[in-house]
């Protein structure tokens, strides 16, 4: 069955950068683009980017561009989101999705918390 | 940025009731318009997309509908399981926004 497999939780300085890695297993990772949201405690859903693993390419929303980083390790089927220059505002649960028909996320890792705080 | 404006923000229901949730786009979508449930402490679940094609496993109970800029989200009949928060995403031109959600609530 596809899965998503993500860490629980980091807790980063603001100014740092944190990586959150999403291992895909129960189907061809390179076969579906990655898309990465965030959710800020009680509040909606937030599209960041998205990361096509065959090719490498992405695509950022502007909100973050300059600050993430979506790259990816075909050989262990592992997606990663790296956003850097932390503040408490990035404090969020962070998933990531597969990019499925007519570009809609069928199947979503199970959420990294990250706290940014001093 | 395309934005994406749910109606209402909040509505109470009883089971077995038909509930219907609107999201307007602020321009057209070309129906890549899909819909989510979360529950709390929960990951978002896919639904229905493409405006209108149902998610393998979800209940036929939930349909959606629309073109262009206007899309629905209909619950025929709730169920006590229906409870949540439901999302619209529009994924017609990155970035791909959601709508801001609209809680179901037990009345």
């Known amino acids: 069955q596809v899965q998503l497999v993500q860490f629980g939780a980091e807790v980063k300085k603001p100014g740092a950068s944190v990586k959150v890695s999403c291992k895909a297993s129960g189907y061809t990772f390179t076969s579906c683009d990655i898309n990465w949201v965030r959710q800020a405690t009680g509040q909606g859903l937030e599209w960041m980017g998205w990361m096509n693993p065959n090719s490498g390419n992405t695509g950022y929303a502007q909100k973050f561009q300059g600050r993430v980083t979506m790259t990816r390790n075909t050989s262990i089927s592992t997606a990663y989101m790296e956003l850097s220059s932390l503040r408490s505002e990035d404090t969020a649960v962070y998933y990531c999705?597969?990019?499925?028909?007519?570009?809609?996320?069928?199947?979503w890792g199970q959420g990294t918390l990250v706290t940014v705080s001093s | 940025d395309i934005q994406m404006t749910q109606s209402p923000s909040s509505l109470s229901a009883s089971v077995g009731d038909r509930v219907t949730i609107t999201c307007r786009a602020s321009q057209r979508l070309n129906n890549y318009l899909n819909w989510y449930q979360q529950k709390p402490g929960m990951t978002p679940k896919l639904l229905i997309y493409?405006?209108?094609s149902l998610q393998s496993g979800v209940p036929s109970r939930f349909s959606g509908s629309g073109s262009g800029t206007d899309f629905t989200l209909t619950i025929s009949s709730l169920q006590p399981e229906d409870f949540a928060t439901y999302y619209c995403q529009q994924s017609y031109s990155t970035p791909y926004t959601f709508g801001q959600g609209t809680k179901l609530e037990i009345k």
């Open positions: 493409a405006a209108s």
């Open positions: 999705a597969r990019r499925r028909g007519a570009g809609s996320s069928d199947y």
